[in-house]
Nanobody
């Protein structure tokens, strides 16, 4: 049973940095890729970044490439999203999920989501 608790969201000014955390439980965390997804008001949820179980491979959406870094701590079942040079377009609710890692995208294993964490970037 997939369970996720996201945290770390905040109101930020453009150009700032933030680290989001995702505490996972209920499944073999270290066996699954993990993805971060976000949903802005009025928009569909979109993929932001994904990481394979061993951290050997990562991928990022074009909009965050070079600014965000995904990482994970398998010993503690936690995934992180380090966000730099924040832009207003980064605003939204951020979610994590166990994922399937394809060459060109990631998608959640199941339609199971935590409460998410709100990131707002505004001057």
């Amino acid at each position: 049973q997939f369970q996720f608790v996201e945290s770390g969201g905040a109101l930020m000014q453009p150009g700032g940095s933030l680290r989001l955390s995702c505490a996972a439980s209920g499944f073999a965390f270290g066996h699954y890729p993990v993805g971060w997804f976000r949903q802005a008001p009025g928009k569909e949820r979109e993929e932001v970044s994904c990481i394979t179980p061993s951290s050997a491979r990562t991928r990022y959406s074009d909009s965050v490439k070079g600014r965000f870094t995904i990482s994970r701590d398998n010993a503690n079942n936690i995934a992180y999203l380090h966000m730099n040079l924040l832009e207003p377009e980064d605003s939204g609710v951020y979610y994590c999920a166990a994922a399937v890692y394809f060459d060109d995208h990631c998608q959640p294993v199941a339609d199971v989501w935590g409460q998410g964490t709100q990131v707002t970037v505004s001057s």
